[in-house]
């Protein structure tokens, strides 16, 4: 199948989800950002949108040649109460950034939110609502095209940002960073499925902390919440670019390599290839990618996806599906493994002498 422009006029989010066409999401902003230097490591806050709006840009535009319709706004953790004074401008410049891009392709503009600093400390329904709603304000301001509240790590909260972000004629999805051990208030993830959809979500899901293999076990137990429940709702996966099958109940920031030595726990653009299916075949149609998630991983949901959606990306202009390029390789060795068994089967090594294969995370 050969490379092909986005075809057609954008359509919105919920209209495609329901004729059933496949929705990639983007990948890493923070990690991927924090490794070139744009990012500091800790606040975790995007003040690079207007500091470095060029660094931002230019993840945008890998995202979309790698096959992302959607521009989610570079916004996490920045609400007031984690920039002060600078978050409006922070807010506005993010959507404009997302803005640009989007318009370059056939991707839509997500206005995202996240879980706030507050929460745990104090449970104020109304402060925290107010973070959300100014959030919203910009976004409405900047009119994107859907809403996005995620990583949640209590389904309390993030029913609060649903209900917020409904206040809007904006299609909204939520997306929980739990395991399929469920929130840390111990509520199961079909049930947190359950109370988000009622509070208005069209699009649940989860997203960073653990794993492909992980979040794919969650998303099971929240399609059989919903079923049992009797709700609908489209499905949205977004996990991280890392293997963390031995992270606690918190996800990867148990594990002693967070956020600094997580290199060796990457996933190859195969294992994303596996993953991109068995979410596809789990009834989820909004894949994408969290912490870890380089454009190359992008990119391998497309290619895996490309019978579904029909086209593949720019960016497989110069990638040879399966290591096809290989075959004009002079070894050989290496022409052999120009196709589809070799690296779906590899057990890829570590090169790291005494390196455990697990580790034992941090509480």
Not at 84 to 110: Q, T, Y
Not at 172 to 192: F, L, Q, R
Not at 291 to 301: K, M, S, V
Not at 333 to 351: C, Q, V
Request: charged fraction near 25%; include cysteine.
């Amino acid at each position: 199948m050969a490379p092909a422009g986005r075809p057609g006029a954008k359509k919105g989010i919920l209209e495609r989800l329901e004729s059933g066409e496949v929705v990639i999401g983007d990948g890493s902003f923070l990690i991927t950002l924090e490794k070139r230097g744009y990012v500091k490591a800790g606040l975790w806050t995007p003040e690079a949108v207007i500091e470095h709006p060029d660094a931002v840009r230019q993840l945008h535009m890998e995202f979309l040649r790698a096959g992302s319709n959607v521009m989610q706004t570079f916004t996490f953790s920045a609400s007031e109460d984690n920039m002060e004074s600078k978050w409006e401008d922070v807010n506005a410049a993010a959507c404009d950034l997302a803005r640009e891009v989007a318009g370059k392709g056939d991707a839509l503009v997500a206005g995202g939110i996240c879980q706030t600093s507050i929460y745990k400390y104090q449970k104020d329904e109304a402060r925290i609502k107010k973070l959300f709603r100014q959030q919203l304000e910009v976004f409405a301001w900047k009119n994107v095209d859907f809403l996005i509240a995620e990583y949640f790590e209590h389904v309390e909260e993030a029913v609060w940002a649903v209900e917020v972000l409904k206040e809007s004629d904006r299609p909204v999805a939520v997306t929980m960073c739990i395991g399929p051990e469920g929130d840390m208030h111990d509520i199961t993830p079909g049930e947190c499925a359950v109370r988000l959809v009622k509070a208005g979500a069209s699009i649940v899901g989860v997203n960073c902390r653990f794993g492909p293999d992980t979040s794919l076990k969650t998303m099971e137990l929240m399609k059989e919440g919903l079923e049992w429940a009797g709700l609908k709702a489209h499905l949205m996966v977004q996990p991280l670019g890392f293997h963390a099958p031995d992270c606690g109940k918190e996800g990867f920031v148990d594990l002693p390599e967070y956020p600094f030595g997580l290199e060796s726990r990457v996933a190859t653009r195969w294992d994303i290839q596996k993953y991109a299916r068995e979410a596809y075949n789990l009834g989820v149609r909004y894949i994408g990618g969290c912490c870890g998630f380089e454009p190359y991983h992008i990119r391998a949901i497309a290619e895996e996806l490309a019978p579904e959606r029909g086209f593949l990306p720019p960016a497989s202009e110069k990638h040879g599906s399966w290591g096809s390029g290989l075959d004009m390789h002079a070894k050989p060795w290496i022409r052999a493994r120009a196709r589809r068994e070799y690296w779906e089967n590899l057990l890829p090594a570590s090169g790291r002498p005494f390196c455990p294969s697990l580790s034992k995370p941090d509480f």
